[in-house]
């Protein structure tokens, strides 16, 4: 199954964003993959994820990132603030604040250092939060209370 969305190969936002990254000179370093599906393959040649979402539920590409030893940067919505912690496992910056992303990711383009222990702490934290094992203990919990505060 292929995931569609507004900048899939044919979505409508596609097209426009080709053009915009030619009109800019930049179409040489940017591409556009569509949906991905080796994401092993993918973060490995990925030095900082950056998330500049406007709306995010849980952020999974966000925690595939972190799994792969990569930090993150993203903007400060939804689940995005539950899933990295600013400053240790990457960056949280103000939605639509380009100047802080890219400042964000700058800093960590001039400190490897930086990004590989935020990396490193990225990846222990998706180990110790957001495992299989431990979602489905927590979500087991909730229900537990749910169950016990209707009886």
Do not use: H
């Amino acid at each position: 199954p292929r995931a569609a969305g507004p900048c899939s190969s044919d979505g409508p936002w596609r097209s426009q964003l080709e053009g915009e990254t030619k009109r800019l000179g930049c179409d040489a370093e940017v591409r556009f993959l569509g949906f991905v599906t080796d994401t092993a393959r993918f973060f490995a040649g990925v030095d900082v994820l950056a998330m500049p979402s406007l709306y995010e539920g849980l952020g999974v590409a966000a925690l595939e990132a972190m799994a792969a030893g990569k930090p993150v940067v993203a903007a400060k919505v939804g689940g995005l603030g539950e899933s990295i912690v600013d400053g240790i496992t990457g960056f949280l910056v103000p939605p639509q604040n380009s100047d802080a992303l890219a400042a964000a990711i700058a800093r960590l383009i001039r400190s490897p250092g930086l990004g590989a222990s935020m990396g490193r702490q990225g990846r222990e934290r998706v180990r110790q939060t957001f495992s299989l094992q431990t979602m489905a203990r927590e979500n087991e919990s909730y229900y537990r209370e749910l169950l016990s505060a209707a009886s």
